[in-house]
C-alpha cells in the first residue's frame, strides 16, 4: 500500500525558513517524479513543484522560484521542501504527492502559518 | 500558469447526472491529454478520479467518467449518490510549466 507522510508544518515569521519533509513506502520511489501540492485556507489547490526520480529535473510554480527548493533522498524514500522568504500567502496546507502524468496518491497534508 | 477555469458549483438530485467543465489553453489541456480530476472531501486530501482524460483508477465506481475537446475536458457524475458531494478539481499538465489545477467545483446533491 502507497503511503506518503508529510511533516514539518508549523508556524513562521514572515521571512522565516522551514523544511517540509514526506516520507514514502509502498512503492520504489526513485522511480516516480514526486510533487508538492499546497492549498491555502478555504482556497483551491495549487501545484508547487515537482522533481524526477533520480533528482536530476525540477520545476517550480512561479510564485516560489528562488525561495522553495524541492529535494529527495532516495536513500531515504523522503521528498523535501525546503522554504526561504516565507511571506503570509505561503499559508497553506502542503501535500506530498506521487506522480503519474499527475498528482496521483496524496498524504494526509502538513499546515504551514506564515504569520507574526 | 493561470488555473483552468470550473464552474463554482454544481448541483443534481440523487440519480441525476451532472457535468463539470474545465477550461484551459492551448498550453495546458488543449496540448496534452493528461489531464486528471480529483474529489476532495471538507479537511481531506484530495483523491483521483479520473487519468488521462478518460481514465479511471482501481475502485473508482464508472458513474464517474471524463472528456475533452479542444482546450476545454469535462467530468460526468451520473446516476449521482450522496456520497458525490464534494469539491471537485480538474489538473493538467502543462508542460516546462509543470500542473496547473482548476479553479474547483462544489458539487452538491439536491
Known amino acids: 500500500e502507497v503511503q506518503l507522510v508529510e511533516s514539518g508544518g508549523g508556524l513562521v515569521q514572515p521571512g522565516g525558513s522551514l523544511r517540509l519533509s514526506c516520507a514514502a513506502s509502498g512503492f520504489t520511489f526513485s522511480d516516480r517524479w514526486m510533487t508538492w501540492v499546497r492549498q491555502a485556507p478555504g482556497k483551491g489547490l495549487e501545484w508547487v513543484a515537482n522533481i524526477k526520480g533520480d533528482g536530476s529535473k525540477k520545476n517550480y510554480v512561479d510564485s516560489v522560484k528562488g525561495r522553495f527548493t524541492i529535494s529527495r533522498d532516495n536513500t531515504k524514500n523522503s521528498l523535501y521542501l525546503q522554504m526561504n522568504s516565507l511571506r503570509a500567502e505561503d499559508t497553506a496546507v502542503y501535500y506530498c504527492?506521487?506522480?503519474?502524468?499527475?498528482?496521483?496518491?496524496w498524504g494526509q497534508g502538513t499546515m504551514l502559518t506564515v504569520s507574526s | 500558469q493561470s488555473a483552468l477555469t470550473q464552474p463554482p458549483s454544481a448541483s443534481g438530485s440523487p440519480g441525476q447526472s451532472v457535468t463539470i467543465s474545465c477550461a484551459g489553453a492551448?498550453?495546458?489541456?488543449?496540448?496534452?491529454?493528461?489531464v486528471s480530476w480529483y474529489q476532495q472531501y471538507p479537511g481531506k486530501a484530495p483523491k483521483l478520479m479520473i487519468y488521462?482524460?478518460?481514465k479511471r483508477p482501481s475502485g473508482v465506481p464508472d458513474r464517474f467518467s471524463g472528456s475533452k475537446s479542444g482546450n476545454t475536458a469535462s467530468l460526468t457524475v451520473s446516476g449521482l449518490q450522496a456520497e458525490d458531494e464534494a469539491d471537485y478539481y480538474c489538473?493538467?499538465?502543462?508542460?516546462?510549466?509543470?500542473?496547473?489545477f482548476g479553479t474547483g467545483t462544489q458539487v452538491t446533491v439536491l
Open positions: 504527492a506521487r506522480e503519474f502524468w499527475g498528482p496521483e496518491c
Open positions: 489538473s493538467s499538465y502543462a508542460g516546462s510549466n509543470g500542473y496547473v
Open positions: 488521462e482524460v478518460t
Open positions: 492551448s498550453s495546458d489541456v488543449g496540448a496534452y491529454n493528461y
